[in-house]
């Protein structure tokens, strides 16, 4: 059984709007939680990270919301532009097995011009 | 920037052949990963490694073992490769300890065929 669920396969988007990535996780031992984006034929790279502690994080057009009574956590991007496009993973670990991280199956996201 | 690289992009392999996939990184990292990434499965972590010759199993190592003779090189093995073993690999690193350090840089990822 998947402990990190992404439940939208894939995401269309036009530019400019916001695009909104959610996640469910069903481990409540997870404290810290972990966005990467790749792109075809490519790593996937990191993009941000949200500790148990907080329940907002922002980077740039990126921020990361975090609900812990409902383990849930969002990724917001705004405004999205075309090179957005990619297959996002939101990740999971617990602080006393931080070498293992648990990831979602992924969203794909299109942003369309 | 950390470069982690993978030795080959794609390969094709026949059942029962044994299967060497190695990744390299620059950037004297500590940790180091195998995961496998499958439709709808995401990543899954098959071998770690936290220090040369040290690995211990992740959540998938069944068919798979894994090599750590320095600390830049980080080698998966399968044994004996089965169409199951069908996937895209993926190596990661990651340097230091604790949560400010949790980044994992990943290799391009070697495409595997079992035939």
């Known amino acids: 059984d998947q402990q990190v669920k992404q439940n939208s396969p894939s995401l269309s988007v036009q530019e400019g709007r916001i695009s909104i990535l959610n996640c469910d996780y069903t481990n409540s031992m997870f404290d810290y939680f972990l966005w990467y984006k790749k792109y075809p034929a490519e790593g996937p790279t990191f993009l941000i990270s949200?500790?148990?502690?907080?329940d907002k994080n922002e980077d740039g057009r990126f921020t990361v919301f975090l609900n812990k009574s409902a383990k849930h956590l969002s990724l917001h991007i705004v405004p999205s532009q075309p090179g957005d496009s990619a297959v996002y993973f939101c990740a999971a670990s617990e602080r006393t097995s931080y070498d293992k991280v648990i990831f979602g199956p992924g969203t794909s996201l299109s942003v369309i011009p | 920037d950390v470069k982690v690289t993978q030795s080959s992009r794609y390969l094709v392999k026949r059942t029962g052949e044994k299967v060497f996939l190695e990744c390299v990184q620059d950037?004297?990292?500590?940790?180091m990963f195998w995961y496998r990434q499958d439709p709808g499965l995401g990543l899954r972590l098959i071998y770690f490694?936290?220090?040369?010759?040290?690995?211990e199993k992740g959540d998938i190592p069944e068919g798979y073992s894994v090599s750590r003779e320095k600390k830049e090189r980080f080698s998966l093995i399968l044994e004996s490769a089965s169409t199951n073993q069908t996937s895209m690999y993926l190596c990661?690193?990651?340097?230091?300890?604790?949560?400010?350090?949790?980044?994992?840089?990943f290799g391009p990822g070697t495409r595997l065929t079992v035939t």
């Open positions: 950037m004297d990292h500590e940790n």
């Open positions: 490694s936290y220090d040369v010759k040290m690995k």
């Open positions: 990661a690193s990651r340097g230091g300890w604790g949560q400010d350090s949790w980044e994992q840089y």
């Open positions: 949200i500790s148990s502690i907080k």
